[in-house]
């Protein structure tokens, strides 16, 4: 996915969300940090990003993240814990394989927004 569509993707979701919503964005690669940096310019949410690499999310913080978490396997659970259990109004996810996307569902409430970036998972 080139980084145009990034930019659309964030900031199509940035138009949704209001003060006090949150964001679960799943992968802080290369696209996750075009993602976070546009989410944080366009948005008032909450950042949460997921990455299995500790360096990724670490950086992922330092430009626009709110909070990170390392996808261990305790992500979900440690997602719902930084949104205080009630979950993101919005996830997407720039990996789209492995589980990530039905992960990305879990924390979120019933009724909120998922957008697979990639090919969805078989």
């Known amino acids: 996915m080139p980084g145009p569509t990034v930019y659309h993707a964030a900031a199509k979701a940035a138009r949704r969300l209001r003060p006090g919503d949150r964001r679960v964005m799943i992968g802080a690669g290369g696209l996750g940090h075009i993602g976070i940096q546009v989410l944080a310019a366009l948005s008032p949410a909450e950042i949460v990003v997921v990455d299995r690499n500790p360096q990724a999310v ?35 996810d720039f990996v789209g394989e492995n589980g990530s996307t039905s992960e990305g569902i879990r924390t979120m409430p019933v009724g909120s927004a998922a957008a697979p970036s990639s090919s969805p998972e078989q």
Do not use: F, M
């Not at 997602?79 to 979950?87: F, I, M, R, S, Y």
């Open 58 to 92: 670490k950086l992922a913080e330092s430009i626009g993240a709110h909070h990170g978490a390392a996808a261990d396997g305790g992500h979900v659970d440690r997602v719902l814990e930084l949104t205080g259990g009630k979950g993101a109004e919005q996830v997407i």
